[in-house]
Each structure stands twice: as structure tokens, then as C-alpha cells.
């Protein structure tokens, strides 16, 4: 799958148009307020060029996963504010999806989002004929489609897939830039190539380690999902996090990178506490000597060293998935350790989206510290999976 096979917002000719575009805007809320507004910075340059080519806009998005149903939480309407403000023009807000009045009028020059698409089910339906029927409806607003929500190209959604079909189409600069950037990380990557995964569980990783082997140079474990492979080595873990039934996959992994010769890192210390909380006492001890009554947290300050050591011989590095509990400041510095460390990568360094770039941000970190950072956690991992994205295919 190359970028050359996608048509470029360019090359498509948009004034006087009405234009579909489906973006990624599944931004964090709490209570109501938007923690965290990387994906609809992200979504900016592509709004700002159809509206200079005189362009009618009509966005679609979600956030998070309502379901079919509406819930009130998870309503567009403070994405719609926060878009104004960071366009510095008003955007209309459509509470309909389907039978829309505002994306029906809207005219050149304006920008109307519609609430949250996966409030209907028909969006996310296995059933081929339900999405179709919702493409249709929303194609019926434009006469072409732009692709731009990144975060959600892996699913073979109505908004995403099935509206490709329906429309001339292009890929939104978002998209563009992800894929160019996943190819950089796919296909002849400068060396020393070092991958860095972390996040609670390996059974979301399996696909990408097993994948990215035999690619790689270096490949260092952090997060909850580093004590199934402490467990494959027979190490104590106390009563942290461990996935069982997937500890002969791990064995299976650790075994054929030794005889690829990957360097796998493992964590040397942990820190430990007796439960999940903020406000619990940190320990650290060795990797080897987890108490029983304990769970691990972060990687140890060793580990966080030993981490951004390797990290820094590296000229390409994809990150993915927090070191440890970063929310929580007493186990944030494994994080912290790392992303430092890819701020001073000489090649391309690249922040996996999802938790990772929250994560960046929280911990003070500014994106133009690094040298990408992705906006779709779900898709990075899928492409480098070597899966096909649904919504790259529709594309093509």
C-alpha cells in the first residue's frame, strides 16, 4: 500500500463544492472539557485549505464508543467550540446526522459538524447494507469525500469505508503525512531501528512484535504488558498485571529474536506498590525480586536509563504505549525518561498516538519536540501489523 496510489487534496478540484470530510476528533473529556486537543489541531490544515479553495465543509467524527445510542458525554458540541476557536470562525453545529438541515444549506466558506456519527449504529454495523444506507445519506451533503481521521482508517465504518465508494475522494493531508510517515518506519528504515512498546497489554501488541522482528534492531518492553514477559522467563510478579495464556506466545517471540539477533530490553528494576493509586508509596526493587504482595507501576529509573541509552544510538524509533502509569506523578518518570530521550533521536522519531501522545503532552512535552506524532494509535499498530486499513483501501 503506497501513498502514490491516493489521490492528494490537490489534485481534486473543490471550489464551489461541497465537501464531506471525515475527520479524527475523539479528543479525551473530562467533565465535559476537552483535556487533550492534539486530533483537532491535527485537522486544521486540511478545514483550512478546503475553506481557502472556497469550498461548502460538512465533518463528520466520533468520540469514543456510544454505542447507537445517545449519550449526552459523548456529544460533539465542546468539539465544535473548540474547532471555532482554533479556526477562528464559527462552526455550525448539526445535533441530526441523518436528515441534516444545516448540511444540506451549508454554503462556501462555512463548516458544519455533524454530532457524533457513531451515535448511529448503522456507522460501526457488520452489515454491509445498514452502513450503505448511511453512506448514502451522508454523500447526499457533498459532491466529494475527504478522507482525514487518521485514527479511524482501520475500521471499515460507513463515515470511512463504505462513503469512499459513494464520492470522488482524496486523501485529507492528515492522512497523507500518516502514511508517509509509516512508510519511513515500514519500508527501508535508517538503522540502528529501535521500537519502544509499552501500554497494559501485550495481546495488543503480539501482532506488531511478531511483524516488526525481524525489521528491527533493537525492541525495548515497558508498561503493564512488560510482566507476561517477566512471567515467560519464570520471574516472580507479584500482583501486577500479566496476560497467562499468552505467555508461550511470549516465549515463542523471545526465542526467535535470539536467533534473529534483536536486542530485546527487559526491565532490570520495577517500581512497585501495594495497589493502583495515585497516592500509594513507590518502591523500587529489581526486576528479579518483585515482593508478592506488590504490583509494578513504572520501569525503574536503571530501566529508564538503560531505555533512552539505546534509544539515542538509534536514527529511526517508533514509540507506542506509555512506560508505566504516567497519569500517577510517582509513576510517570519511566515515561518521561523515554520521551525525553526521543527528543534528541538525529533520524526520525516517532510517537505512536493514543496514550502515547497524551502522555507527551501531560508530562509537559511540546509535539515539535518530535519528529511525528501520530494521531491514530489503532491504525499505527495495524499497518505495522502489515494489516490492511479498510479505509487506505477505499482510497486506492
Known amino acids: 500500500m503506497t501513498i502514490s496510489t491516493l489521490a492528494t487534496l490537490e489534485s481534486i478540484a473543490l471550489h464551489g463544492k461541497r465537501v464531506l470530510l471525515r475527520c479524527d476528533l475523539n479528543v479525551p473529556l473530562k467533565d465535559g472539557v476537552i483535556t487533550d486537543d492534539g486530533r483537532i489541531r491535527a485537522s486544521i490544515p486540511t478545514i483550512k485549505y478546503l475553506l481557502a479553495q472556497g469550498a461548502a465543509v460538512v465533518i463528520t467524527a466520533h468520540l469514543g464508543r456510544p454505542k447507537g445510542e445517545r449519550k449526552p458525554e459523548l456529544s460533539l458540541s465542546p468539539v465544535a467550540i473548540r474547532l471555532s476557536e482554533l479556526l477562528g470562525s464559527k462552526v455550525i453545529f448539526s445535533n441530526e446526522i441523518v436528515n441534516s438541515s444545516q448540511a444540506k444549506t451549508v454554503k462556501s466558506g462555512e463548516v458544519v459538524l455533524l454530532e457524533n456519527i457513531r451515535y448511529e449504529a448503522a456507522e460501526t454495523s457488520k452489515d454491509e447494507a445498514e452502513r450503505t444506507t448511511l453512506a448514502k445519506e451522508l454523500a447526499s451533503y457533498a459532491d466529494v469525500f475527504i478522507s482525514d481521521g487518521f485514527g479511524a482508517v482501520h475500521r471499515k465504518h460507513a463515515s470511512v469505508y463504505d462513503v469512499a465508494k459513494l464520492l470522488p475522494h482524496a486523501a485529507g493531508y492528515l492522512v497523507a ?23 497494559a497489554k501485550v495481546s495488543d501488541k503480539i501482532g506488531v512484535i511478531s511483524n516488526l522482528l525481524d525489521k528491527v534492531n533493537v525492541l ?23 496476560e497467562t495464556d499468552l505467555i508461550p506466545t511470549v516465549k515463542e517471540l523471545l526465542s526467535r529474536a535470539e536467533e534473529l539477533g534483536v536486542k530485546i530490553l527487559l526491565p532490570t ?33 536503571e530501566t529508564a536509563a538503560s ?16 512506560m508505566g502509569v504516567f497519569e500517577f506523578p510517582n509513576f510517570a518518570n519511566g515515561t518521561k525518561v523515554v520521551a525525553k530521550a526521543l527528543t534528541s533521536v538525529s533520524g526520525i522519531s516517532v510517537v505512536g498516538g493514543g496514550d502515547s501522545a497524551a502522555a507527551v503532552r501531560k508530562l509537559g ?22 494489516k490492511e486499513l479498510p479505509g487506505i483501501v477505499a482510497l486506492n
Open 177 to 199: 503525512a500518516e502514511i508517509e510517515v509509516l512508510k519511513k518506519l515500514t519500508q527501508s528504515p535508517e538503522r540502528p531501528y529501535g521500537v519502544v512498546l509499552g501500554g
Open 220 to 242: 525495548a518492553i515497558g508498561g503493564g504488558m512488560l510482566f507476561t514477559f517477566l512471567a515467560a522467563q519464570g520471574k516472580e510478579i507479584g500482583k501486577s498485571l500479566v
Open 307 to 322: 531505555f533512552a541509552a539505546a534509544i539515542s544510538e538509534c536514527k529511526t524509533v517508533f514509540w507506542n504505549g506509555p
Open 269 to 301: 528494576d520495577i517500581v512497585v506498590a501495594p495497589e493502583f493509586a495515585a497516592d500509594v508509596k513507590p518502591t523500587t526493587v529489581s526486576a528479579d525480586a518483585i515482593p508478592s504482595d506488590q504490583m509494578g507501576l513504572d520501569i525503574g529509573p
Open 365 to 386: 512535552f511540546n509535539d515539535s519536540e518530535f519528529g511525528y506524532i501520530s494521531t491514530g494509535g489503532g491504525a499505527s499498530l495495524e499497518y505495522l501489523e502489515g
